[in-house]
């Protein structure tokens, strides 16, 4: 590889390490992972400090959840819909 092209795609290897990470990272608090992953790869520390500061959404409804969410992912309005 050219130093032209490592020049070229250094960036684009840390901006799919980081989507990849922050993606993940939003997914396993059921938030949308391409948008996170996409986005936060871009402005990676500020994409990690907004997702440290989201709140675990319900798998089912989307809704914030306080603290952790019970098994299944579910706030306590789709839990008790189950
Ligand atoms: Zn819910």
Do not use: H, Y
């Not at 799919?16 to 871009?42: D, E």
């Amino acid at each position: 590889m050219s130093a032209e092209a490592a020049q070229l795609f250094a960036p684009l290897i840390v901006w799919a390490f980081w989507a990849v990470v922050i993606g993940l990272l939003a997914k396993r608090k059921n938030l949308n992972l391409w948008g996170w992953g996409l986005l936060g790869g871009l402005f990676w520390p500020v994409g990690l400090i907004a997702l440290a500061f989201q709140k675990f959404r319900c798998a089912a409804c989307s809704q914030p959840i306080e603290g952790k969410p019970a098994e299944g992912k579910l706030c306590g309005t789709c839990v008790a819909e189950d």
